[in-house]
Protein backbone atom coordinates (compact mmCIF):
# COMPACT_ATOMS: atom_id res chain seq x y z
CA UNK A 1 0.00 0.00 0.00
CA UNK A 2 1.46 3.15 -1.23
CA UNK A 3 1.64 6.23 1.71
CA UNK A 4 -0.05 9.08 1.20
CA UNK A 5 1.67 12.06 -0.35
CA UNK A 6 0.86 14.59 2.20
CA UNK A 7 1.45 12.08 4.97
CA UNK A 8 4.49 11.35 3.70
CA UNK A 9 5.38 14.97 3.37
CA UNK A 10 5.15 14.76 7.36
CA UNK A 11 7.40 12.33 8.14
CA UNK A 12 10.44 13.04 6.18
CA UNK A 13 11.81 15.31 8.98
CA UNK A 14 12.17 12.00 10.33
CA UNK A 15 13.67 10.32 7.54
CA UNK A 16 16.05 13.30 6.99
CA UNK A 17 17.21 12.99 10.46
CA UNK A 18 18.00 9.18 10.96
CA UNK A 19 19.34 8.91 8.02
CA UNK A 20 22.84 9.82 9.46
CA UNK A 21 22.13 6.85 11.95
CA UNK A 22 21.11 4.38 9.00
CA UNK A 23 23.41 5.15 6.42
CA UNK A 24 26.68 3.43 6.87
CA UNK A 25 28.77 5.62 4.97
CA UNK A 26 30.39 9.31 5.67
CA UNK A 27 32.49 11.62 4.80
CA UNK A 28 35.44 8.76 3.63
CA UNK A 29 32.95 7.12 1.26
CA UNK A 30 32.20 10.40 -0.32
CA UNK A 31 35.93 11.04 -0.80
CA UNK A 32 36.19 7.81 -2.30
CA UNK A 33 33.29 8.21 -4.56
CA UNK A 34 34.52 11.47 -5.99
CA UNK A 35 38.15 9.66 -6.54
CA UNK A 36 36.11 6.87 -8.07
CA UNK A 37 33.73 9.50 -10.47
CA UNK A 38 37.52 11.50 -11.31
CA UNK A 39 39.13 8.51 -12.59
CA UNK A 40 35.94 6.73 -14.47
CA UNK A 41 36.10 9.66 -17.33
CA UNK A 42 33.25 8.28 -19.58
CA UNK A 43 29.24 7.59 -18.73
CA UNK A 44 26.42 7.01 -20.44
CA UNK A 45 23.68 9.28 -20.16
CA UNK A 46 20.00 7.17 -20.43
CA UNK A 47 17.08 9.42 -21.50
CA UNK A 48 13.96 6.74 -20.70
CA UNK A 49 10.54 7.79 -19.70
CA UNK A 50 7.12 6.56 -19.14
CA UNK A 51 4.67 9.04 -20.78
CA UNK A 52 2.48 10.74 -18.88
CA UNK A 53 -0.56 10.18 -21.36
CA UNK A 54 -0.17 7.15 -22.81
CA UNK A 55 0.72 3.35 -23.22
CA UNK A 56 3.71 2.82 -22.07
CA UNK A 57 4.47 -1.22 -22.08
CA UNK A 58 8.16 -1.21 -22.82
CA UNK A 59 8.25 -5.49 -23.55
CA UNK A 60 12.11 -5.90 -24.65
CA UNK A 61 13.13 -3.59 -21.80
CA UNK A 62 16.87 -5.78 -20.42
CA UNK A 63 18.82 -3.24 -17.96
CA UNK A 64 21.38 -6.23 -18.64
CA UNK A 65 21.55 -5.33 -22.05
CA UNK A 66 21.95 -1.35 -21.44
CA UNK A 67 24.86 -2.59 -19.29
CA UNK A 68 26.33 -4.63 -21.58
CA UNK A 69 26.69 -2.12 -24.22
CA UNK A 70 28.01 0.90 -21.95
CA UNK A 71 30.67 -1.85 -20.76
CA UNK A 72 31.41 -2.53 -24.40
CA UNK A 73 31.77 0.95 -25.22
CA UNK A 74 34.61 1.60 -22.33
CA UNK A 75 31.87 3.11 -19.90
CA UNK A 76 32.29 2.91 -16.35
CA UNK A 77 29.04 4.04 -14.92
CA UNK A 78 25.07 5.14 -16.13
CA UNK A 79 23.13 7.77 -15.04
CA UNK A 80 19.49 6.60 -16.04
CA UNK A 81 16.54 9.71 -16.21
CA UNK A 82 14.55 8.41 -13.11
CA UNK A 83 12.31 11.01 -13.58
CA UNK A 84 11.83 13.25 -16.08
CA UNK A 85 9.78 15.15 -18.69
CA UNK A 86 6.99 13.37 -17.69
CA UNK A 87 7.40 13.67 -14.02
CA UNK A 88 7.09 10.12 -13.55
CA UNK A 89 9.45 8.00 -11.32
CA UNK A 90 10.79 5.13 -12.53
CA UNK A 91 10.91 3.14 -8.99
CA UNK A 92 8.61 1.53 -6.92
CA UNK A 93 8.14 4.27 -4.39
CA UNK A 94 6.72 3.72 -1.11
CA UNK A 95 7.24 7.53 -0.77
CA UNK A 96 4.99 8.78 -4.02
CA UNK A 97 1.78 7.43 -5.50
CA UNK A 98 3.35 8.50 -8.74
CA UNK A 99 5.31 6.56 -9.96
CA UNK A 100 5.15 3.66 -12.74
CA UNK A 101 3.84 1.33 -10.89
CA UNK A 102 0.99 3.72 -10.17
CA UNK A 103 0.33 5.39 -13.21
CA UNK A 104 0.99 2.82 -16.34
CA UNK A 105 0.37 -0.61 -16.86
CA UNK A 106 4.24 -1.72 -16.62
CA UNK A 107 4.57 -3.04 -13.00
CA UNK A 108 8.26 -3.35 -12.96
CA UNK A 109 10.88 -1.50 -10.86
CA UNK A 110 13.20 0.03 -13.58
CA UNK A 111 15.43 1.69 -11.20
CA UNK A 112 16.06 -1.57 -9.00
CA UNK A 113 16.59 -3.57 -11.80
CA UNK A 114 19.14 -1.44 -13.62
CA UNK A 115 21.43 -1.13 -10.08
CA UNK A 116 21.02 -5.61 -9.92
CA UNK A 117 22.45 -5.21 -13.58
CA UNK A 118 25.44 -2.21 -12.87
CA UNK A 119 26.31 -4.09 -9.49
CA UNK A 120 26.95 -7.89 -11.19
CA UNK A 121 29.25 -6.17 -13.89
CA UNK A 122 30.95 -3.58 -12.15
CA UNK A 123 29.48 -0.64 -13.01
CA UNK A 124 28.44 2.15 -10.60
CA UNK A 125 24.80 3.85 -11.52
CA UNK A 126 23.40 7.73 -10.86
CA UNK A 127 20.42 8.64 -11.16
CA UNK A 128 18.62 11.89 -13.00
CA UNK A 129 16.25 13.94 -11.13
CA UNK A 130 14.13 16.99 -12.16
CA UNK A 131 13.98 19.56 -9.09
CA UNK A 132 10.66 21.10 -10.79
CA UNK A 133 7.74 18.60 -10.46
CA UNK A 134 5.24 20.82 -12.35
CA UNK A 135 2.21 18.18 -12.10
CA UNK A 136 2.79 17.10 -8.26
CA UNK A 137 0.15 19.44 -6.53
CA UNK A 138 2.75 20.90 -3.66
CA UNK A 139 5.00 22.16 -6.06
CA UNK A 140 4.74 25.85 -8.28
CA UNK A 141 6.44 27.46 -10.45
CA UNK A 142 8.60 30.70 -9.90
CA UNK A 143 6.15 33.12 -12.25
CA UNK A 144 3.22 31.59 -9.54
CA UNK A 145 4.98 31.50 -6.30
CA UNK A 146 3.19 30.72 -3.27
CA UNK A 147 4.35 28.04 -0.16
CA UNK A 148 7.28 25.63 -1.84
CA UNK A 149 8.44 24.57 1.69
CA UNK A 150 6.49 21.18 1.58
CA UNK A 151 7.58 19.89 -1.54
CA UNK A 152 11.32 20.65 -0.91
CA UNK A 153 10.29 18.68 2.04
CA UNK A 154 9.30 16.11 -0.57
CA UNK A 155 12.05 16.55 -2.42
CA UNK A 156 14.39 15.60 0.18
CA UNK A 157 11.87 12.62 1.24
CA UNK A 158 12.22 11.47 -2.35
CA UNK A 159 16.28 11.20 -3.04
CA UNK A 160 16.53 9.65 0.98
CA UNK A 161 14.54 7.37 -0.63
CA UNK A 162 16.62 6.49 -3.82
CA UNK A 163 19.74 6.49 -1.72
CA UNK A 164 18.36 3.92 1.01
CA UNK A 165 16.93 1.74 -1.42
CA UNK A 166 18.94 1.74 -4.38
CA UNK A 167 22.37 3.63 -3.53
CA UNK A 168 23.46 5.36 -6.31
CA UNK A 169 27.22 7.41 -6.81
CA UNK A 170 25.55 10.76 -7.79
CA UNK A 171 22.31 12.15 -7.97
CA UNK A 172 22.19 14.18 -11.23
CA UNK A 173 19.83 17.17 -10.36
CA UNK A 174 18.17 19.56 -13.40
CA UNK A 175 15.99 21.56 -13.50
CA UNK A 176 15.72 24.36 -10.35
CA UNK A 177 14.10 27.12 -11.87
CA UNK A 178 11.76 27.58 -8.91
CA UNK A 179 15.04 28.61 -6.81
CA UNK A 180 16.73 30.66 -8.96
CA UNK A 181 16.04 33.96 -7.32
CA UNK A 182 18.32 34.10 -4.57
CA UNK A 183 15.77 35.16 -2.29
CA UNK A 184 13.89 31.77 -2.80
CA UNK A 185 16.96 30.05 -3.56
CA UNK A 186 17.94 29.03 0.88
CA UNK A 187 14.16 27.65 0.47
CA UNK A 188 15.88 24.76 -1.27
CA UNK A 189 17.90 23.77 2.03
CA UNK A 190 21.26 23.02 -0.45
CA UNK A 191 23.43 22.14 2.28
CA UNK A 192 20.66 19.77 4.11
CA UNK A 193 20.65 17.82 0.45
CA UNK A 194 24.24 17.49 0.36
CA UNK A 195 24.59 16.15 3.54
CA UNK A 196 22.01 13.81 3.25
CA UNK A 197 23.66 12.18 0.00
CA UNK A 198 27.23 12.48 1.70
CA UNK A 199 25.60 10.38 4.25
CA UNK A 200 25.08 7.41 1.67
CA UNK A 201 28.11 8.18 -0.02
CA UNK A 202 26.70 9.95 -2.91
CA UNK A 203 28.16 12.89 -5.19
CA UNK A 204 25.58 15.96 -6.00
CA UNK A 205 25.82 18.05 -9.73
CA UNK A 206 25.85 21.63 -9.75
CA UNK A 207 22.64 22.23 -10.69
CA UNK A 208 21.39 22.03 -6.91
CA UNK A 209 20.35 25.65 -6.79
CA UNK A 210 22.80 26.15 -9.61
CA UNK A 211 26.03 26.42 -7.48
CA UNK A 212 28.80 26.79 -9.83
CA UNK A 213 30.70 27.75 -7.22
CA UNK A 214 30.63 24.79 -6.00
CA UNK A 215 29.52 26.02 -2.11
CA UNK A 216 27.83 22.94 -1.40
CA UNK A 217 27.85 20.49 -4.34
CA UNK A 218 30.98 18.02 -4.95
CA UNK A 219 31.06 18.72 -9.25
CA UNK A 220 30.45 20.97 -12.02
CA UNK A 221 27.68 20.38 -14.80
CA UNK A 222 28.12 22.27 -17.86
CA UNK A 223 25.72 23.64 -19.74
CA UNK A 224 23.83 20.90 -22.34
CA UNK A 225 26.21 19.92 -25.37
CA UNK A 226 29.08 21.82 -24.04
CA UNK A 227 32.28 21.73 -22.59
CA UNK A 228 35.39 23.74 -22.06
CA UNK A 229 38.28 23.87 -24.51
CA UNK A 230 40.23 25.19 -21.50
CA UNK A 231 40.69 24.06 -17.98
CA UNK A 232 38.62 25.59 -15.77
CA UNK A 233 40.31 24.36 -12.67
CA UNK A 234 37.16 22.55 -11.04
CA UNK A 235 35.87 19.28 -11.72
CA UNK A 236 33.12 19.02 -14.46
CA UNK A 237 30.90 16.57 -15.97
CA UNK A 238 30.07 17.40 -19.93
CA UNK A 239 26.44 15.43 -20.88
CA UNK A 240 26.61 15.08 -24.95
CA UNK A 241 23.74 13.95 -26.96
CA UNK A 242 24.91 11.36 -29.73
CA UNK A 243 22.16 12.85 -32.02
CA UNK A 244 20.12 15.92 -32.25
CA UNK A 245 17.55 14.29 -29.58
CA UNK A 246 17.90 13.50 -25.89
CA UNK A 247 15.22 10.92 -26.28
CA UNK A 248 14.42 8.69 -29.00
CA UNK A 249 13.79 9.62 -32.51
CA UNK A 250 13.76 8.14 -35.20
CA UNK A 251 15.86 9.07 -38.38
CA UNK A 252 18.16 10.66 -35.54
CA UNK A 253 21.84 12.48 -36.92
CA UNK A 254 24.00 11.02 -35.02
CA UNK A 255 26.96 12.14 -34.47
CA UNK A 256 30.29 10.20 -36.30
CA UNK A 257 32.87 8.46 -34.02
CA UNK A 258 35.58 10.70 -34.64
CA UNK A 259 33.16 13.33 -33.37
CA UNK A 260 32.30 11.70 -30.42
CA UNK A 261 35.92 10.74 -29.69
CA UNK A 262 37.54 14.19 -30.34
CA UNK A 263 34.80 15.32 -27.32
CA UNK A 264 36.04 12.21 -25.11
CA UNK A 265 39.82 13.56 -24.73
CA UNK A 266 38.71 17.23 -25.05
CA UNK A 267 36.62 16.97 -21.92
CA UNK A 268 39.69 14.48 -20.05
CA UNK A 269 42.30 16.79 -21.13
CA UNK A 270 40.53 19.74 -19.50
CA UNK A 271 39.94 18.15 -16.06
CA UNK A 272 36.13 16.42 -17.10
CA UNK A 273 34.03 13.56 -17.49
CA UNK A 274 32.28 12.65 -20.71
CA UNK A 275 28.49 11.48 -20.29
CA UNK A 276 27.38 10.65 -23.78
CA UNK A 277 23.61 10.64 -24.16
CA UNK A 278 21.58 7.62 -25.56
CA UNK A 279 17.83 7.38 -26.04
CA UNK A 280 16.33 4.14 -25.59
CA UNK A 281 12.94 3.38 -28.25
CA UNK A 282 9.60 2.44 -26.45
CA UNK A 283 10.70 -1.03 -25.99
CA UNK A 284 13.36 -0.15 -23.81
CA UNK A 285 15.77 -0.95 -26.66
CA UNK A 286 19.14 1.13 -27.19
CA UNK A 287 19.02 1.63 -31.28
CA UNK A 288 22.11 -0.32 -33.10
CA UNK A 289 23.34 2.63 -34.78
CA UNK A 290 24.26 4.07 -31.65
CA UNK A 291 25.35 0.88 -30.26
CA UNK A 292 27.62 0.83 -33.23
CA UNK A 293 29.37 4.29 -32.21
CA UNK A 294 29.91 2.77 -28.48
CA UNK A 295 32.16 -0.02 -30.29
CA UNK A 296 34.38 2.28 -31.68
CA UNK A 297 34.68 4.00 -28.68
CA UNK A 298 35.16 1.14 -26.85
CA UNK A 299 37.61 0.07 -29.23
CA UNK A 300 40.05 3.02 -29.27
CA UNK A 301 40.04 3.06 -25.04
CA UNK A 302 40.86 -0.87 -25.44
CA UNK A 303 44.26 0.43 -27.29
CA UNK A 304 44.26 3.76 -25.53
CA UNK A 305 42.78 3.50 -22.33
CA UNK A 306 45.88 4.43 -20.00
CA UNK A 307 45.28 7.86 -21.77
CA UNK A 308 41.94 8.56 -20.55
CA UNK A 309 41.18 6.39 -17.47
CA UNK A 310 42.51 7.58 -13.88
CA UNK A 311 44.63 10.60 -15.23
CA UNK A 312 44.37 14.35 -14.57
CA UNK A 313 44.13 16.95 -16.92
CA UNK A 314 47.04 17.88 -18.86
CA UNK A 315 50.10 20.79 -17.53
CA UNK A 316 49.34 23.38 -20.31
CA UNK A 317 45.85 24.95 -18.73
CA UNK A 318 44.82 26.63 -22.20
CA UNK A 319 43.31 25.59 -25.35
CA UNK A 320 44.93 23.44 -27.90
CA UNK A 321 44.68 23.17 -31.86
CA UNK A 322 45.58 19.38 -32.34
CA UNK A 323 43.99 18.14 -29.66
CA UNK A 324 44.83 17.25 -25.48
CA UNK A 325 47.24 16.40 -23.01
CA UNK A 326 46.18 14.70 -19.92
CA UNK A 327 48.64 13.68 -17.59
CA UNK A 328 49.34 10.44 -14.88
CA UNK A 329 51.73 10.97 -11.83
CA UNK A 330 54.01 8.44 -10.75
CA UNK A 331 56.21 7.63 -8.52
CA UNK A 332 58.88 9.88 -9.64
CA UNK A 333 58.16 10.60 -12.85
CA UNK A 334 54.98 12.17 -15.10
CA UNK A 335 53.37 10.31 -18.16
CA UNK A 336 51.81 12.95 -20.53
CA UNK A 337 49.91 11.81 -23.15
CA UNK A 338 49.66 13.43 -26.44
CA UNK A 339 45.86 13.01 -27.70
CA UNK A 340 46.31 14.27 -31.39
CA UNK A 341 43.75 14.64 -33.76
CA UNK A 342 45.16 16.53 -36.32
CA UNK A 343 48.36 14.30 -37.23
CA UNK A 344 51.76 16.22 -38.72
CA UNK A 345 51.90 15.80 -42.26
CA UNK A 346 55.54 17.07 -41.88
CA UNK A 347 56.24 14.25 -39.43
CA UNK A 348 57.25 17.06 -36.68
CA UNK A 349 55.82 17.20 -33.66
CA UNK A 350 56.97 19.98 -31.33
CA UNK A 351 55.83 20.97 -27.26
CA UNK A 352 56.85 23.73 -26.16
CA UNK A 353 56.94 24.63 -22.44
CA UNK A 354 57.77 21.79 -20.62
CA UNK A 355 60.54 21.92 -18.38
CA UNK A 356 61.31 18.34 -17.37
CA UNK A 357 64.35 15.86 -18.67
CA UNK A 358 62.41 13.41 -21.25
CA UNK A 359 62.72 10.14 -20.60
CA UNK A 360 60.98 7.93 -23.46
CA UNK A 361 58.77 9.12 -25.90
CA UNK A 362 56.68 6.34 -28.08
CA UNK A 363 53.16 5.46 -29.53
CA UNK A 364 51.13 4.31 -26.74
CA UNK A 365 49.10 1.89 -28.80
CA UNK A 366 52.09 -0.03 -30.26
CA UNK A 367 55.00 0.72 -28.09
CA UNK A 368 56.67 2.00 -31.01
CA UNK A 369 59.69 4.48 -30.16
CA UNK A 370 59.94 7.87 -31.45
CA UNK A 371 62.65 10.11 -31.84
CA UNK A 372 62.74 12.88 -29.47
CA UNK A 373 65.41 16.02 -28.92
CA UNK A 374 65.00 18.48 -25.87
CA UNK A 375 66.80 22.02 -25.86
CA UNK A 376 66.08 25.41 -24.46
CA UNK A 377 65.47 28.27 -26.51
CA UNK A 378 67.32 31.00 -24.66
CA UNK A 379 65.23 34.24 -26.50
CA UNK A 380 61.96 33.51 -25.06
CA UNK A 381 62.99 30.97 -21.75
CA UNK A 382 60.96 27.89 -23.07
CA UNK A 383 62.17 24.63 -23.63
CA UNK A 384 61.14 22.79 -26.83
CA UNK A 385 60.25 18.93 -27.23
CA UNK A 386 60.74 17.61 -31.08
CA UNK A 387 59.46 14.74 -31.79
CA UNK A 388 60.00 13.21 -35.47
CA UNK A 389 56.60 10.90 -35.78
CA UNK A 390 55.24 8.19 -38.36
CA UNK A 391 53.85 9.73 -41.51
CA UNK A 392 51.03 8.12 -41.32
CA UNK A 393 48.57 8.56 -38.19
CA UNK A 394 48.91 4.95 -36.11
CA UNK A 395 45.20 5.81 -35.48
CA UNK A 396 41.97 5.61 -37.34
CA UNK A 397 40.47 9.03 -35.26
CA UNK A 398 43.13 9.86 -32.44
CA UNK A 399 46.31 8.78 -32.30
CA UNK A 400 48.20 9.33 -28.70
CA UNK A 401 51.86 9.76 -27.79
CA UNK A 402 53.19 8.69 -25.01
CA UNK A 403 55.72 11.22 -23.19
CA UNK A 404 58.17 10.20 -20.15
CA UNK A 405 59.67 13.03 -17.90
CA UNK A 406 61.21 13.30 -14.89
CA UNK A 407 59.43 14.24 -12.14
CA UNK A 408 55.98 16.39 -11.64
CA UNK A 409 55.82 18.39 -14.37
CA UNK A 410 56.57 22.35 -14.56
CA UNK A 411 55.43 24.70 -17.34
CA UNK A 412 55.45 27.99 -17.83
CA UNK A 413 51.66 29.82 -17.22
CA UNK A 414 52.07 32.06 -19.93
CA UNK A 415 50.45 31.07 -23.55
CA UNK A 416 52.74 29.18 -25.53
CA UNK A 417 52.77 28.59 -29.57
CA UNK A 418 51.48 25.47 -30.46
CA UNK A 419 52.67 22.94 -32.92
CA UNK A 420 51.68 24.50 -35.94
CA UNK A 421 52.92 28.06 -35.15
CA UNK A 422 49.51 29.52 -33.55
CA UNK A 423 48.75 31.40 -30.87
CA UNK A 424 44.92 30.79 -29.06
CA UNK A 425 44.14 33.28 -25.84
CA UNK A 426 41.09 31.94 -24.75
CA UNK A 427 39.21 35.47 -23.25
CA UNK A 428 38.05 33.60 -19.63
CA UNK A 429 41.70 33.85 -18.54
CA UNK A 430 42.56 37.32 -20.11
CA UNK A 431 43.08 40.20 -17.56
CA UNK A 432 40.09 42.25 -17.42
CA UNK A 433 40.62 45.75 -17.47
CA UNK A 434 37.53 47.89 -16.80
CA UNK A 435 36.52 51.67 -18.03
CA UNK A 436 36.52 52.34 -13.98
CA UNK A 437 37.68 50.26 -11.08
CA UNK A 438 34.48 47.86 -10.02
CA UNK A 439 34.79 47.08 -6.08
CA UNK A 440 34.72 43.59 -5.54
CA UNK A 441 35.33 42.09 -8.85
CA UNK A 442 38.29 39.43 -9.91
CA UNK A 443 40.35 39.92 -12.67
CA UNK A 444 39.96 37.32 -14.26
CA UNK A 445 36.51 35.50 -15.90
CA UNK A 446 37.60 32.23 -14.39
CA UNK A 447 37.89 33.32 -11.17
CA UNK A 448 34.56 34.36 -11.16
CA UNK A 449 33.47 30.78 -10.88
CA UNK A 450 30.47 31.56 -12.79
CA UNK A 451 30.84 28.60 -15.73
CA UNK A 452 27.08 28.09 -16.36
CA UNK A 453 24.42 30.68 -14.91
CA UNK A 454 26.10 34.04 -15.74
CA UNK A 455 22.89 35.12 -18.01
CA UNK A 456 20.40 33.83 -15.23
CA UNK A 457 21.23 36.50 -12.64
CA UNK A 458 18.62 38.97 -11.90
CA UNK A 459 19.66 42.60 -11.49
CA UNK A 460 20.79 43.85 -7.67
CA UNK A 461 17.28 45.14 -6.32
CA UNK A 462 17.72 49.22 -5.95
CA UNK A 463 17.00 48.85 -1.77
CA UNK A 464 20.26 46.23 -1.77
CA UNK A 465 22.67 47.25 1.18
CA UNK A 466 24.67 44.22 1.58
CA UNK A 467 28.73 44.06 -0.40
CA UNK A 468 27.90 42.72 -4.33
CA UNK A 469 27.70 38.93 -4.61
CA UNK A 470 28.06 39.02 -8.46
CA UNK A 471 27.30 35.25 -8.62
CA UNK A 472 23.84 36.33 -7.61
CA UNK A 473 23.15 39.35 -9.25
CA UNK A 474 23.92 41.67 -11.82
CA UNK A 475 24.36 45.38 -11.87
CA UNK A 476 24.65 47.95 -13.67
CA UNK A 477 28.22 49.51 -14.57
CA UNK A 478 29.36 45.97 -13.70
CA UNK A 479 32.07 46.23 -16.66
CA UNK A 480 33.49 43.00 -18.40
CA UNK A 481 32.03 39.78 -16.76
CA UNK A 482 31.53 35.74 -17.96
CA UNK A 483 29.35 35.17 -20.60
CA UNK A 484 27.67 32.09 -21.85
CA UNK A 485 29.45 28.94 -22.69
CA UNK A 486 33.13 30.14 -21.33
CA UNK A 487 33.00 33.66 -23.03
CA UNK A 488 33.06 37.16 -21.76
CA UNK A 489 30.57 39.71 -22.49
CA UNK A 490 29.88 43.52 -21.60
CA UNK A 491 33.26 44.26 -23.60
CA UNK A 492 32.18 46.94 -25.61
CA UNK A 493 32.90 50.68 -23.68
CA UNK A 494 36.17 52.46 -24.82
CA UNK A 495 38.50 51.91 -22.27
CA UNK A 496 37.97 48.61 -21.34
CA UNK A 497 40.78 46.13 -22.23
CA UNK A 498 42.03 42.80 -21.77
CA UNK A 499 45.41 41.29 -21.53
CA UNK A 500 47.68 38.39 -21.59
CA UNK A 501 51.34 37.36 -21.58
CA UNK A 502 52.30 34.47 -24.61
CA UNK A 503 56.14 33.76 -25.52
CA UNK A 504 57.29 32.75 -29.49
CA UNK A 505 59.32 30.88 -30.53
CA UNK A 506 59.32 31.16 -34.66
CA UNK A 507 59.02 35.19 -35.22
CA UNK A 508 57.23 36.42 -38.00
CA UNK A 509 53.83 37.50 -39.93
CA UNK A 510 50.80 37.18 -37.80
CA UNK A 511 47.15 37.82 -38.52
CA UNK A 512 45.34 38.51 -35.76
CA UNK A 513 41.78 36.54 -35.53
CA UNK A 514 38.92 37.33 -32.89
CA UNK A 515 36.70 34.69 -32.03
CA UNK A 516 32.94 35.42 -31.00
CA UNK A 517 30.07 33.47 -29.81
CA UNK A 518 26.14 34.10 -29.75
CA UNK A 519 23.93 35.59 -32.41
CA UNK A 520 24.59 39.18 -31.61
CA UNK A 521 28.17 38.54 -33.08
CA UNK A 522 26.97 38.36 -36.57
CA UNK A 523 25.09 41.69 -36.34
CA UNK A 524 26.19 44.85 -38.94
CA UNK A 525 25.23 47.05 -36.32
CA UNK A 526 27.59 46.53 -33.76
CA UNK A 527 29.46 49.69 -35.39
CA UNK A 528 32.65 49.88 -32.85
CA UNK A 529 36.00 48.84 -33.01
CA UNK A 530 38.91 47.07 -31.54
CA UNK A 531 42.45 48.15 -31.15
CA UNK A 532 45.69 45.31 -30.96
CA UNK A 533 49.04 46.53 -29.32
CA UNK A 534 51.18 44.04 -29.22
CA UNK A 535 55.45 44.43 -29.98
CA UNK A 536 55.36 48.30 -30.18
CA UNK A 537 52.66 47.89 -33.20
CA UNK A 538 49.26 48.89 -33.18
CA UNK A 539 46.26 47.80 -35.43
CA UNK A 540 42.60 48.13 -35.27
CA UNK A 541 39.47 47.82 -37.14
CA UNK A 542 35.95 47.07 -36.75
CA UNK A 543 34.66 43.32 -35.91
CA UNK A 544 34.12 42.37 -39.99
CA UNK A 545 33.24 38.58 -39.34
CA UNK A 546 34.45 36.15 -41.76
CA UNK A 547 32.74 33.00 -41.15
CA UNK A 548 31.67 31.09 -37.92
CA UNK A 549 32.26 34.03 -35.48
CA UNK A 550 35.91 34.88 -36.57
CA UNK A 551 36.36 38.74 -37.23
CA UNK A 552 40.04 39.43 -39.06
CA UNK A 553 41.48 42.42 -37.14
CA UNK A 554 44.91 43.13 -39.13
CA UNK A 555 48.30 41.59 -39.27
CA UNK A 556 51.23 42.32 -36.89
CA UNK A 557 55.21 41.19 -37.13
CA UNK A 558 57.02 40.04 -33.58
CA UNK A 559 60.85 40.34 -34.59
CA UNK A 560 62.22 38.03 -32.26
CA UNK A 561 61.91 35.37 -29.85
CA UNK A 562 60.73 35.87 -26.41
CA UNK A 563 57.59 36.92 -24.20
CA UNK A 564 55.15 39.21 -24.84
CA UNK A 565 52.19 41.21 -23.79
CA UNK A 566 48.83 41.62 -26.33
CA UNK A 567 45.91 43.95 -25.25
CA UNK A 568 43.21 44.33 -27.42
CA UNK A 569 40.84 46.89 -26.10
CA UNK A 570 37.01 48.62 -27.16
CA UNK A 571 38.73 51.76 -29.19
CA UNK A 572 34.93 53.25 -30.04
CA UNK A 573 31.64 52.01 -28.21
CA UNK A 574 29.53 49.20 -29.60
CA UNK A 575 25.97 49.30 -29.93
CA UNK A 576 25.76 45.74 -29.86
CA UNK A 577 28.49 43.38 -28.78
CA UNK A 578 28.97 39.63 -29.14
CA UNK A 579 30.52 37.27 -26.90
CA UNK A 580 34.21 37.11 -26.90
CA UNK A 581 35.65 33.33 -26.61
CA UNK A 582 39.09 33.96 -27.49
CA UNK A 583 42.01 35.67 -29.80
CA UNK A 584 44.20 33.80 -32.27
CA UNK A 585 47.82 34.81 -33.38
CA UNK A 586 47.92 32.33 -37.31
CA UNK A 587 51.22 32.66 -38.53
CA UNK A 588 51.43 33.92 -42.27
CA UNK A 589 53.71 30.99 -43.71
Not at 460 to 486: C, F, H, L, N, V
Amino acid sequence: MKTNLFASVACVGYLVLSSNVVAQTGTDATAEQMQWFKDAKFGMFIHFQAPRNGEFNPGNLDTKEWVRIAKAGGMKYITLTTSQSSYIPLWNSSFSDRDVTDRTGFKRDIVKELATSCKAEGIRMGCYYPIADPPNPIYNEPDVGGEIRPYVDYLHGMMNELCESYHPSLIWFDASRRFRDPAEKPLLRQQDMVDLLHSYGTLSNSRLGDDDALKYVDYLTMNDNMAPSINLGVYFESAVTMGRSWHFRANDQLKTPQVLLEQLINTAGNGGNYLLNVGPNKDGVIPKEMEDRLKVIGGWLERNGEAIYGTEPGPYRYELNWGTITQRKNKDTTSLYLNVVDWPRDRKFTVFGVNNAVLNASLLATGEAIQCESKLETFSGQNVITMKVPKVAPDEYVSVIKLDVEGTVSMDPAYMQLNDGTVIMDTYNANIHDAQIVPGKPTKAIDMRMFTVPDRRPLQPSDYTEPWDYQMYRKPGEGIMPGRAITVSGFQTKGQALSWDFKIFEPGYYEVIVHCNGAGNQKADTKGRLRAHVAGQSIENKLSFLERGQAYLGKIEIETPGTYTFTLEVASDFKSAPRYRSVTLLPIR
